[in-house]
């Protein structure tokens, strides 16, 4: 079965400074896509950004970007200049590929606060 | 984006009575929505899949005849929690994915917070 660490329960950043989440996967699969979850004190989830395995290049969306490296079956997001509106609960997801319909495996999540 | 909509966003309940939530696609089908529970700091836990037309699919230590799971069409899938109790006070949040659409994310209703008193 597919699992997922994040082992990092809180982070903390100063505004404008870059902060770094880590996630590690644990899959046989080689074909599944990764993502980040972003979830506000709203609750609602909100993606972050997604990659896909078969992709070697890191994806990037602003000031997010992911370091990927499938062989050490690590995913950690990267914030860059974060923003007092980055303060939230971040998850790591996983999904099997193969255009399935599979669910999300998250890992526990880490709460980032950002520091005026 | 597309937009999954779940209603109601708060819901307070006596107990041993039942509670229905709603999660309606807006603007896309999809064939499989995904009921969650998330405990108060804590990550989500995939309850049940939730196939269109057929029976759903549930997760190990999850009671099926305690939440009941129906998705009648493409754009709507409901669960009910029956003869409710405290302990099944949660935050309860569903997702989908666009059918007609390969290689996208899930996206995420805004969440039911059940409160059993």
């Known amino acids: 079965a597919q699992t997922v660490t994040q082992s990092q329960p809180e982070m903390s950043v100063q505004e404008a400074e870059t902060v770094t989440l880590s996630c590690t996967y644990d899959?046989?699969?080689?074909?599944?896509?990764l993502f980040w979850y972003k979830q506000p004190p709203s609750r609602q989830m909100i993606l972050v950004i997604r990659q896909e395995a078969y992709k070697q290049q890191n994806a990037t969306e602003n000031r997010f970007s992911v370091n990927f490296q499938k062989a050490a079956k690590s995913f950690s997001l990267k914030i860059s200049d974060s923003q007092l509106g980055d303060a939230a609960m971040y998850f790591c997801a996983y999904r099997t590929g193969g255009g399935s319909q599979g669910n999300l495996i998250f890992g526990k999540g880490t709460k980032l606060s950002v520091k005026p | 984006g597309a937009v999954v909509s779940q209603h109601p966003s708060r819901v307070i309940c006596k107990s041993g009575t039942s509670v229905k939530i709603e999660c309606r696609s807006l603007?896309?089908?999809?064939?499989?929505m995904f009921w969650y529970r998330q405990f108060p700091k804590k990550s989500l836990m995939l309850m049940a899949t939730s196939n269109e037309g057929s029976k759903a699919t549930y997760e190990q230590g999850v009671e099926k005849d305690k939440f009941l799971i129906n998705h009648a069409s493409l754009t709507l899938s409901t669960l009910t929690v029956t003869s409710a109790h405290p302990e099944d006070s949660s935050f309860y949040i569903c997702s989908a994915r666009d059918r007609g659409a390969s290689n996208t994310e899930a996206f995420f209703g805004q969440g039911t917070r059940l409160t059993v008193v």
């Open positions: 603007d896309f089908q999809a064939t499989t």
């Open positions: 899959t046989s699969e080689s074909d599944y896509y």
